[in-house]
């Protein structure tokens, strides 16, 4: 019942940026755990970035000091700004999302992905 719709991918030269968005609709009573993830070709998907609720951010080694995770509680939707990008950059990036139902249930969703290519 929730969808994960992102944007804000595409193609840009080494040392640019770009801000990928997903925003999560459908009945959601509360949202937990936000996170990017990435897929090179012929490599696993990996953790880039994961904020929870109340701000705190976990930050892949890889990426530090040069992407930013954020989200917008009321808007239930996550950020991710990525500045100084590099050719290993290059992947398709997936949001991810743990929403908390009435319940107390936790389920977790998946957007579709969207392709970051990082260029000369």
């Known amino acids: 019942q929730v969808r994960l719709v992102e944007s804000g991918g595409g193609a840009v030269q080494p040392g640019g940026s770009l801000r990928l968005s997903c925003a999560a609709s459908?009945?959601?009573?509360?949202?937990?755990?936000m996170g990017w993830y990435r897929q090179a070709p012929g490599k696993q998907r990996e953790l880039v970035a994961v904020i929870i609720s109340g701000g705190t951010t976990n930050i892949a080694d890889s990426v530090k000091g040069r992407f930013t995770i954020s989200r917008d509680n009321a808007k239930n939707t996550v950020y991710l700004q990525m500045n100084n990008l590099k050719p290993e950059d290059t992947a398709v990036y997936y949001c991810?999302?743990?929403?908390?139902?009435?319940?107390?249930?936790?389920?977790?969703?998946w957007g579709q992905g969207t392709q970051v290519t990082v260029s000369s």
């Open positions: 459908g009945t959601i009573p509360s949202i937990g755990v």
């Open positions: 991810n999302a743990v929403v908390v139902v009435l319940t107390g249930g936790r389920f977790m969703y």
